[in-house]
């Protein structure tokens, strides 16, 4: 690809929170090295910043720039929900991102041609019009939740008062939604009135806006006529792969992957609710005694700061059949052959690890875009199975692990799971849609 975006400058937004700066950095590393000559600056906070360029290797194009995240003074008291601190951060946003641009201006002595931004910071589409320069939103979240954006004011009014188990059929492609799957921010946004709860109702009018939407996920996957759909309310809708530069530590402290080597084909239940969620102690502790009771081989990667809530002697009495431990190289274990389910939250990173693994999954979501990824799972792909009560539960937890571990009506969703690895596979080669998109993409930061 000849460098058509020499002495551009692309200034760079992520959302701070969860694993959301992950897959824009990898997009940002995957840009940088096909244009060597465009420059792009990073801006991150101090936090986020301090964990994803620990050290002073980046490529000679991406510099990083820290601004603050929003937090009056150091101290400040905050509630215990990780949702003030995204109020905060966006409350201050488009402030921060001017500074952090005029940070960056001063230090390269090039104007910003271009904004990529995380979606969720659309206030950085006031700081590209205010420069004249185009915005790009960048999509982490899983990808069919886009469709909840534009269509959130039709499904509260016409369904607000209904069980939130029945399913609806409004989404185009996606038949099978239930209110439950909805995230509660966008659903409830009227009453909750936060800073986030509005900036997620804006989305539905601001991407549009988008001189480009970038979904982080395979088009082959998603249901064509979700695709039709939200396409026509774009100006362009480009499907990058997520690729996977080793950002966040790949190590391997526990051993973990070469103890799967002891174990036979499709064996073993790998368990993770992801960097941000913790669940209740009475669902770790069914967790615990289903894997117990049921007697599968385990892996269970598990903050150190939950452990405490496992019931007594648990670890001693699974110790050799089971792993508890605080991380693991989680792309790679699922990877490994003798991994036959995910218990996952279903966090976007997670499930789309999984898909690419073949791995079927067991589905606890708790909040956001992981209600909808479960809905997918189980209803489109047909590759997991979303817990009984959406609850875990002892016995719950067992038959869903016998299902999709041992019996004969859980081979479709392991044949399915076969399947969508084939097509990932597929989606991944320079033929795929991707690579075109990933030109588009190219071409509008050089047209900037
Ligand atoms: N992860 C990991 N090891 C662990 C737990 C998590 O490498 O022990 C990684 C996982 O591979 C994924 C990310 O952390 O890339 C979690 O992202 P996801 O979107 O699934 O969930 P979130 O943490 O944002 O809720």
Redesign the pocket.
Known sequence: MSDSTANKHVAVFPFPF??HV?PILNLVLKLSQVTPNCLFSFIGTHKSNALHFPKPHNPHNIKHYSINDGIPYEGHPLANHPIEKVNFFLKTGPENLRKGIQMAEEDTKKKVTCIISDAFVPCSLVVAQTLNVPWIAFWPPMSCTLSLYFYIDVIRKKFADCDENASFDLLPGLPKMRLQDIPHDLLFAGEKKTVFSRTLVSLGEVLPQAKAVVINFFEELDPPLFIKDVRSKLQSMLYVVPVRFPI?TVADPSGCLSWLDSNTSRTVAYV?F????TPPAHEIVAVAEALEESGFPFVW?LKENITGLLPDGFVQRTITRGKVVP?????QLLAHDSVGVFVT?C?????T?SLSSGVPMICRPFFGDQMVGARVIEDVWGIGKIIEGRVFTKNGLIRSLNLILVQKEGKKIRDNALKVKNSVESASKPEGISTTHFKTLVKVISSS
């Open positions: 969860g694993t992950v966040l993770s992801g960097t941000v969620v990667s991380w693991v190289p989680q792309t939250h966090g976007s990173n997670s499930v690890e």
